[in-house]
């Protein structure tokens, strides 16, 4: 069983950066496509950034492309997400979330696995 755990959450400022990491415990999930997702009160749940299972392929929403990054650490069991020029439509609760393939289409029903969460707030 594959348990994942966001950190990295806090409020910042208009401008900031801001970096959240998803550490899995139990089975290595090296084998596993990662996403961020985020959710901001009143809105559906959405998807921010996704890594391949070897870390060649990722996909980006478009209000993130250019200032956000989706990394893996090199052992594998860690993924990252760099937010740069962060704005308050930034704010929400992130998300990070596996399933076991890979692909350009990546919805909440897909995913198999979820973390808790860890909330961001950009103030101006």
């Known amino acids: 069983q594959v348990q994942l755990a966001e950190s990295g959450g806090g409020v910042v400022q208009v401008g900031d950066s801001l970096r959240l990491s998803c550490t899995a415990s139990?089975?290595?999930?090296?084998?596993?496509?990662m996403g961020w997702f985020r959710q901001s009160p009143g809105r559906e749940r959405e998807a921010v950034a996704a890594?391949?299972?070897?870390?060649?392929?990722?996909f980006y929403g478009d209000s993130v492309k250019g200032r956000f990054r989706i990394f893996r650490d090199t052992n594998k069991n860690t993924i990252h997400l760099q937010m740069n020029e962060l704005t308050p439509e930034d704010t929400a609760v992130y998300y990070c979330?596996?399933?076991?393939?890979?692909?350009?289409?990546?919805?909440?029903?897909?995913?198999?696995?979820w973390g808790a969460g860890t909330p961001v707030t950009v103030s101006s």
């Open positions: 979330a596996g399933r076991d393939y890979y692909s350009e289409y990546w919805s909440t029903s897909s995913m198999t696995h």
């Open positions: 139990g089975r290595i999930v090296a084998g596993y496509a």
């Open positions: 890594i391949s299972q070897g870390g060649r392929s990722k």
